[in-house]
């Protein structure tokens, strides 16, 4: 069955440090998509893209980055990173449309900043 | 702009009691409307879409929403839930043409024996 991971699930780091989150999807779509959950402001997007090579910045983008090599990969990278960043991230995709295919999530990865 | 409002942050419900789970949303173009639920420690996973055609849909686990655009609602509902329907809830919206999705802030339901 096809399906998203993301890696690691869980992870605590230090203020500063540079931190990569994995997500790979075997659905082969086209679309993919990085959010932060935090309580009282529900999902919010960072980043996302359209295809390979492909990367667009959303309304949380500060502080991270992406990049699209394949189809199957989007890592979300935290440059430095901060105590505000500390939250539970998940990714998702979906395949290319004009807006009407669903989104398939991650389980997510609880990010402490320490 | 894209904008959704979950008014409820959190709604308790005894079991087998029917509840409605409010969803406003604000767009100048035509929109499609999702409602994804979250159970604890998981990811999102899709409940229905509205995208056209008839505005009363029907979902999985016997949720039901219903879209009225002149009241721009989504507002969810189901008329008899379980202890397993505890979870987070959360409304979506976007447009024809876009393939991003705008989220509200979520409802937590709560139900209880």
């Known amino acids: 069955d096809a399906e998203i991971t993301q890696s690691p699930r869980h992870k605590i780091t230090e203020t500063g440090r540079q931190v990569t989150l994995a997500c790979h999807q075997t659905?082969?779509?086209?679309?993919m998509f990085w959010y932060r959950q935090d309580l009282g402001h529900g999902l919010r997007l960072i980043h996302y893209s359209y295809g390979v090579q492909d990367t667009n910045k959303g309304e949380v983008s500060d502080g991270y980055s992406v990049s699209r090599s394949n189809t199957e990969d989007l890592p979300l990278t935290l440059e430095s990173a901060a105590s505000s960043q500390t939250s539970v991230y998940f990714c998702?995709?979906?395949?290319?449309?004009?807006?009407?295919?669903?989104?398939?999530f991650g389980p997510g990865t609880r990010l402490t900043v320490t | 702009a894209q904008s959704v409002t979950q008014l409820d942050s959190q709604v308790p419900v005894f079991e087998e009691a029917p509840v409605e789970l409010r969803c406003n949303y604000s767009s100048s173009v035509s929109v499609y409307l999702f409602w994804y639920v979250q159970y604890p420690n998981q990811g999102l996973q899709l409940l229905l879409k509205?995208?056209?055609?008839?505005?009363l849909v029907k979902g999985i686990n016997g949720f039901e929403a219903e879209f009225n655009k002149s009241q721009t609602s989504f507002h969810l509902r189901k008329p008899s839930v379980h202890i397993s329907d505890t979870a987070e809830y959360f409304c979506?919206?976007?447009?024809?043409?876009?393939?991003?999705?705008?989220f509200g802030t979520g409802t937590r339901l709560l139900v209880s024996p």
């Open positions: 509205y995208l056209s055609g008839s505005t």
């Open positions: 659905w082969n779509h086209n679309n």
């Open positions: 998702a995709s979906s395949a290319e449309s004009s807006g009407s295919n669903e989104q398939y």
């Open positions: 979506a919206v976007t447009s024809w043409g876009f393939q991003k999705l705008v």
